[in-house]
Every structure is written in C-alpha cells, then in structure tokens.
C-alpha cells in the first residue's frame, strides 16, 4: 500500500490550479491578440464598406447598376462576395443605399478554447440623389428658365437680375429675373411675403430652419425693395455660394441649386448678379424622405456618407 504524503497531494493541487491557470493565461492572451486583429480587420472592412457606398452612390447618380458598382469597389480591395465566407449585401431605401461587408475572421489562441473564428461586420449607408431639402436658403426664388439659360453658369462673367416688373405677376418668368420670397417654415409665417420677414431672413444668414420642397412659399409684391439689396450687399454673402429655390411659371417650388452671389445695388439700379454653381455635396442641400420630388436637377447632386 502506497501512503501519499500531504506533500505529495499539495504538488497534485498545484498541477491543477497550475492547469486552470494555464487555461485562463491561453483565454486572455487569446483575447488581446485575436480582439486587437479582429478590431483591424473590422477598420479594413470600414474603409471598404465606405467606399463600396460612394461607389454605389454615384452609380445611382449615373443610372447604373447600384450593386455591380460596390461589389467592384469591395472586390478590389480583396472582400469578393461568396469567397472566404465573405458576403457583401447592398440595400435600398429612399435616397439611401447601405453597404455590409461581412467576413469571418480566423483566431489563433482563441481557437484552443472552440472559437475557430467569428464573423465580423461593417455597414456603411449613403445618402444619394438630387436635394429636395435645404438649410440656410437665402429667400431668393429664380425661375426654372433662369436656371437653363446657359450664360447664368459662367463663373467668369456674372449675370445680373432684376425684380419682376411692377403689375400683378410676382412670380419670376424668364431668366433674367429673380424676387424675394419668405418660407412658410420660417417664424411660423404663413406665406405672407413682407419685406420685414425677408430681411430677418438675409440677416440671419439664410433661414434657420429646413425647407423642404413640399413647402410653400410667398414672393414679394413686385416692386421696389431697396432696403433688402442693400442687406444682401453685406460682406458675408458677397463672394459666395447659397442655395435657392427654383421655381415653376406658377411660383411652386422645384428644385434646390447653389447660387454664387456677386454683388446687390439697391437704389435706381435694384440688382443681384452672379451665377448658378453646378455643385456635388453642397452643405446645406441634402435629400429628406419627406422633402418631395424634384422635377429637374438643377446643378446640385449629393452623394454622402450618412452611417
């Protein structure tokens, strides 16, 4: 009979604990490395995601197939949809378009303890079309044909505007001319056009609310409005780019474009100039679920990265 001594039993303990011990050191280390690669893989599929959305977007832009575009982008940069366990799903909304890049990633330590691998995922989401919405509109409203004419898009020679003509039309008709409006969103004013409100609103840096183009809007009498020429002559909009409302033949709203202002003369001359900017991603214009349907573009696109 073989008598085991209490030393003996405590050297048998401690090969235990030493065992259990061994199991946590191996989880923790396991951890730390295979969390640290899975954090890097996930900022790869990030990056890819973010792309293979813009891609998609300005595909929507261009009328081309929204899928075939980001999985290019995500291909090329070695997440190809269906190799590895990888998938790449490409959804549609209204005005939106959202990317998931998904790809297992393989553990090391981790792998002693059952986890083989995890998958990893990454979304992005892309705003795309032409803006129906806008923040900071300057209360400039110009008709559809002033937008068309080709001459209002040289950077290099501004074009000036006048008011409508004194008489019952207070809605601009052609391309040369321009007129004051108020948005039915700002102050709680219900479209009554006064040169006061008007004046809040060049003041204030354009209006402070959205306006969207499911809104209404009310222009101005014709008339002489010097004191609004001379608030927008201010140095801080002089020199640059603000959205306005264009306009069908019968004042509804149709459509956002940046307009570059160049100068404001009030008393005999009554004159704005500048010119229309054809821009991608303006600021202040964005696409609302809520904001309706232009029905032209009218300069301004927007493709960004809204998740």
């Known amino acids: 009979m073989t008598n085991r ?27 730390v490395i295979d969390g640290g690669s899975t954090f890097v893989q996930k900022r790869d599929e990030q990056n890819v995601a ?35 366990g990888t998938t790449i799903t490409v959804t549609q909304g209204f005005s939106t378009i959202t990317v998931t890049v998904t790809k297992p990633h393989s553990n090391y330590f981790s792998g002693l303890l059952g986890f083989a691998s995890w998958d990893v995922s990454a979304t992005a ?27 209002n898009k040289n950077p290099n020679a501004p074009v000036s505007f006048s008011e409508p003509p004194v008489g019952t039309q207070d809605v601009p008709q052609d391309g040369v001319t321009f007129n004051w409006t108020v948005f039915c969103t700002a102050n709680g004013n219900p479209c009554n056009g006064d040169s006061a409100t008007v004046a809040d609103l ?54 956002w474009s940046m307009f570059h202002l160049s ?8 004159q704005i100039s500048g010119y229309f900017q054809p821009l991608l ?8 679920p809520t904001g309706g349907t232009p029905s032209a573009t009218y300069g301004a696109f927007v493709v960004k990265l809204i998740d």
């Open 202 to 255: 060049i003041d204030g840096e354009g209006t402070e609310t959205t306006v969207s183009l499911n809104d209404l809007i009310g222009p101005l009498n014709a008339g002489a409005h010097t004191t609004l020429f001379d608030a927008l002559a201010d140095p801080n909009y002089v020199g640059y780019d603000w959205p306005v409302a264009i306009v069908n033949d019968s004042g509804a709203m149709v459509g």
């Open 263 to 270: 100068g404001s003369v009030g008393g005999s001359t009554k």
């Open 50 to 84: 973010d792309a293979a959305a813009m891609a998609a977007g300005y595909a929507y832009l261009a009328g081309t197939d929204v899928d075939a575009a980001a999985q290019t982008v995500a291909t090329a940069n070695g997440y190809t949809n269906g190799t590895a």
């Open 5 to 31: 001594t209490p030393r003996n039993a405590e050297r048998g303990q401690m090969l235990v604990i030493f065992a259990l011990a061994l199991i946590g050191v191996i989880g923790t280390v396991g951890l």
């Open 281 to 288: 991603n303006a600021p202040p214009l964005y696409v609302s």
């Open 125 to 151: 989401t892309v705003s795309a079309g032409t803006p129906n919405a806008a923040f900071g509109a300057m209360p400039l409203i110009f008709n559809e044909d002033a937008f068309n004419t080709p001459a």
